[in-house]
């Protein structure tokens, strides 16, 4: 801007003196004199501010216990695993089976299953004992079948198509079926369900009962013989002597029979001799 304002006036005062060269030769010369660049005010520096230090973490309260004790957890039953509604059942109707029937009992998803061998015919909805009268667990055997039987126990309460499992009041039986625990310790089945199982299952068939498919039954080991102290000694010919220091036996002989006394000839009487007279009896 300063310079281009310079020129302007070099090309003023050279138009001045084409046009007068005379005056332009006695004017006197005033010199450029270049403008100063304005002051311009120094810009401040960017201030940084201070860093902030981090702080602390806050530290965690005391936990505040409380000494009142919590309330027991329920345990919560599983669902089943089949789409079957209370009262409902699948039944394989044969002609005959290979193998004598043995029953499993689930009590946390109230299921009932029937086995031909390893071969499942049929499983059902159930309901088992309620709390304070639970079905227990384990292995048993049919000891009863009564085609209709009233409980002698909880108000002649009746039991069609009954299967005895224990002599205190378990069984097996057709019953009301509300979809959970309802029963005094028994195992209620749909009507027709425990009918078609009454006809094909036997006396002393196999009932296991389990918690949970997760926890599965041990089988109980049958008790060891115990030797028998003094075994019965054999009938045979020769009677058994204690054993020598070999481990033999030695045979004591039969005794013999004593000897029969052989009856005496009598006399005979000499000839020319009458024999004595016999004297009659009478």
Same mark, same amino acid.
């Given at each position: 801007?300063? %310079?281009?304002?310079?020129?302007?006036?070099?090309? !003023?005062?050279?138009?001045?003196? /084409?046009?007068?060269?005379?005056?332009?030769?006695?004017?006197?010369?005033?010199?450029?004199?270049?403008?100063?660049?304005?002051?311009? =005010?120094?810009?401040? !520096?960017?201030?940084?501010?201070?860093?902030?230090?981090?702080?602390?973490?806050?530290?965690?309260?005391?936990?505040?216990?409380?000494?009142?004790?919590?309330?027991?957890?329920?345990?919560?039953?599983?669902?089943?695993?089949? =789409?079957?509604?209370?009262?409902? /059942?699948?039944?394989?109707? %044969?002609?005959?089976?290979?193998?004598?029937?043995?029953?499993?009992?689930?009590?946390?998803?109230?299921?009932?299953?029937?086995?031909?061998?390893? $071969?499942?015919?049929? /499983?059902?909805?159930?309901?088992?004992?309620?709390?304070? &009268?639970?079905?227990?667990?384990?292995? /048993?055997?049919?000891?009863?079948? &009564?085609?209709?039987?009233?409980?002698?126990?909880?108000?002649?309460?009746?039991?069609?198509?009954?299967?005895?499992?224990?002599?205190?009041?378990?069984?097996?039986?057709?019953?009301?079926?509300?979809?959970?625990?309802?029963?005094?310790?028994?195992?209620?089945?749909? $009507? %027709?369900?425990?009918?078609?199982?009454?006809?094909?299952?036997?006396?002393? +068939?196999?009932?296991?009962?389990?918690?949970?498919?997760?926890?599965?039954?041990?089988?109980?080991?049958?008790?060891?013989?115990?030797?028998?102290?003094?075994?019965?000694?054999?009938?045979?010919?020769?009677?058994?002597? @204690?054993?020598? +220091?070999?481990?033999?036996?030695?045979?004591?002989?039969?005794?013999?029979?004593?000897?029969?006394?052989? @009856?005496?000839?009598?006399?005979?009487?000499?000839?020319?001799? @009458?024999? =004595?007279?016999?004297?009659?009896? %009478?």
């Amino acid at each position: 801007m300063i %310079r281009f304002k310079s020129c302007i006036l070099l090309i !003023a005062a050279a138009l001045m003196m /084409f046009a007068n060269p005379a005056a332009a030769q006695n004017a006197p010369v005033t010199p450029v004199v270049p403008e100063q660049p304005a002051e311009t =005010s120094p810009v401040p !520096a960017p201030t940084i501010p201070p860093i902030a230090e981090p702080a602390p973490p806050p530290t965690a309260a005391a936990p505040i216990v409380d000494p009142t004790p919590a309330a027991p957890v329920k345990p919560v039953r599983k669902g089943p695993v089949d =789409s079957l509604k209370p009262g409902q /059942f699948v039944w394989e109707k %044969r002609d005959s089976y290979e193998n004598p029937l043995r029953m499993v009992v689930v009590l946390d998803i109230q299921r009932l299953y029937v086995f031909d061998g390893d $071969k499942l015919v049929g /499983f059902s909805t159930m309901s088992s004992g309620k709390a304070g &009268k639970e079905t227990p667990s384990g292995i /048993f055997k049919i000891l009863q079948k &009564k085609i209709y039987h009233e409980s002698n126990i909880y108000a002649n309460a009746p039991m069609p198509f009954m299967q005895r499992l224990t002599w205190d009041g378990i069984a097996i039986h057709a019953g009301h079926l509300p979809g959970y625990p309802a029963s005094h310790g028994c195992i209620r089945l749909p $009507k %027709r369900f425990a009918e078609a199982l009454y006809g094909v299952t036997q006396m002393d +068939g196999e009932v296991v009962i389990l918690e949970s498919l997760s926890k599965p039954l041990a089988r109980p080991k049958p008790a060891p013989v115990e030797p028998i102290a003094n075994p019965p000694v054999p009938i045979t010919g020769q009677v058994p002597q @204690p054993t020598t +220091g070999q481990g033999e036996l030695q045979a004591q002989p039969q005794p013999q029979p004593e000897p029969q006394p052989q @009856p005496q000839p009598q006399p005979q009487p000499s000839a020319g001799v @009458p024999p =004595s007279p016999t004297p009659n009896r %009478r």
